[in-house]
Nanobody, 127 residues
């Protein structure tokens, strides 16, 4: 079993930065592909970024490429999302997710790939 807890959300002006963190329990966390998703009011949960088991491969939705960076520290069992040049359209609840079954990176963008989810952290970007 894996338990995920996000932190680091808040209110920031457009152009600012935030760093989200996800702390995990369970030693098998380090072997799982991990991801960040977000959900804005009235919208479906959408993929933001993913990182593979070893941390060597990452994937981003086009709208955050060049602005967001996903990283993991397997020794500390943490997953981070550095968000720079934030825009009002980045406002959402951000969730970290872990998958115990994913094999192919092509599945990393799909919510159903992930069995474990955090409770979410609110990010609000003012214009």
């Amino acid at each position: 079993q894996v338990h995920l807890v996000e932190s680091g959300g808040g209110l920031v002006q457009a152009g600012g930065s935030l760093r989200l963190s996800c702390a995990a329990s369970g030693r098998t966390f380090r072997t799982y592909p991990l991801a960040w998703f977000r959900q804005a009011p009235g919208k479906e949960r959408e993929f933001v970024a993913a990182i593979n088991r070893g941390g060597g491969n990452t994937d981003y939705v086009d709208s955050v490429k060049g602005r967001f960076t996903i990283s993991r520290d397997s020794a500390k069992n943490t997953l981070d999302l550095q968000m720079n040049s934030l825009k009002p359209e980045d406002t959402a609840v951000y969730y970290c997710a872990a998958s115990s079954t994913a094999i192919y990176s092509a599945t990393y963008r799909t919510t159903s790939t992930y069995q474990y989810w955090g409770q979410g952290t609110q990010v609000t970007v003012s214009s």
